[in-house]
């Protein structure tokens, strides 16, 4: 696989040539990565192309009611071949799920559409804008490009992520070409108020125990301008709720209007740590997780360590209120 990040031109050249697609997206899954895989495979459906959309891990409730949501697949079939796979909303072949490694796919022309920031691209072809707010934008200029015909379902998909990444057009990446963008999906057929409500208003009742126990947990540091908070297997277990009721727990910490940066601490099955990480202003977490070999967005970003949650906050804590003063002294 080669490292060139490619013209948008050419990969929708190569894009819809196939028969055969394998449609991937990361472990953990949000709006963004759902509503672009979905996208993609109604728009290659149409064109009467083979595809399997995957996620390693379940959807949220609240993405189930997606159109297409209840074919995507947990696990791909040892000796399947496809002409190509795709990866989206993906910053690295091993968030999709060790199963799927660059050996395993070797025989497939690898296309990877992402907009997290990252040193190291990958794919036969590969398209990364950092400057995207969502890989379901990135998408509708694939699809605008290719003269795609945008169905309500492709509208549908695609409004979700730009909504979903865009914090519902709050964040710092909601551009008048995001808005624009978003307009002209509401013509092809997506309704605002069943998406939101669909995302926003479906939250299971053990959600809001599990936020309750995590709410417990909340420390403000460096004269409240860094929030953090602790999720445990052990509070996920006690409610009967399942990791996918903790999505979005780390906006929360960053509403205080005092906290700068927000951090939720996050138990892993696997053992490891998950440190999440929220931003305001021009407090740039990403450059903080890379150096705990994560990575992410200017105000959205994360990184994984091991050890035990305690020993990890120990780390990360005091480095991140050095980061915080750093940064300020910087801007005096």
């Known amino acids: 696989m080669n490292m060139k990040n490619n013209e948008p031109s050419q990969v929708v050249d190569s894009l819809f040539s196939f028969r ?3 449609v991937v997206t990361h472990m953990r899954p949000d709006g963004d990565a ?15 192309k083979d595809v399997v959309a995957h996620c390693i891990d379940p959807l949220p409730e609240n993405l189930k009611f997606l159109p297409g949501s209840d074919s995507i697949q947990r696990s791909v079939p040892a000796n399947a071949r496809f002409d190509s796979v795709v990866f989206l909303d993906c910053g690295a072949p091993d968030r999709a799920g060790d199963h799927i490694r660059p050996e395993k796919i070797r025989n497939s022309v690898v296309i990877n559409i992402d907009h997290h920031i990252n040193d190291n691209p990958f794919g036969d072809l590969c398209w990364v804008d950092t400057s995207a707010s969502s890989t379901c934008e990135m998408l ?17 998909c695609l409004y979700t992520g730009l909504l979903t990444d865009t914090g519902s057009f709050q964040f ?19 309704d605002p108020q069943s998406i939101a409500q669909n995302v926003f208003e ?19 540091h460096a004269d409240f301008r860094i929030a953090s908070a602790k999720l445990l297997r052990s509070m996920i277990d006690s409610v009967g709720a399942s990791t996918t009721d903790s999505e979005g727990f780390v906006n929360m910490l960053r509403q205080v209007k005092p906290v700068k940066v927000a951090v939720l601490f996050r138990e892993d099955n696997d ?18 997780a890379k150096r705990f070999g994560g ?3 200017a105000h959205a970003a994360a990184c994984r360590l ?26 005096r």
């Not at 053992?271 to 903080?288: A, E, Q, T």
């Open 202 to 220: 479906s939250a299971s009742p053990k959600r809001l125990l599990l936020l309750g126990k995590v709410l417990d947990t909340l420390r403000y």
């Open 295 to 297: 990575g992410g967005h």
């Open 172 to 190: 710092s990446n909601t551009t008048g070409r995001v808005l624009e963008i978003a307009s002209k999906l509401v013509t092809y057929g997506a």
């Open 306 to 331: 091991n050890g035990t949650i305690d020993e990890v906050e120990g780390i990360i804590l005091p480095a991140l209120v050095e980061f915080v003063d750093q940064r300020e002294r910087s801007w």
């Open 34 to 48: 759902i509503g672009s895989v979905l996208a993609l495979k109604h728009a290659l459906e149409d064109m009467k």
């Open 271 to 288: 053992g490891r740590i998950h440190v999440g990480l929220r931003s305001k202003d021009h407090y740039d977490v990403s450059s903080f």
């Open 140 to 156: 509708y200029d694939i699809f605008f490009r290719a003269k795609i015909t945008i169905s309500s379902s492709i509208a549908t």
């Open 20 to 22: 055969s697609y394998l």
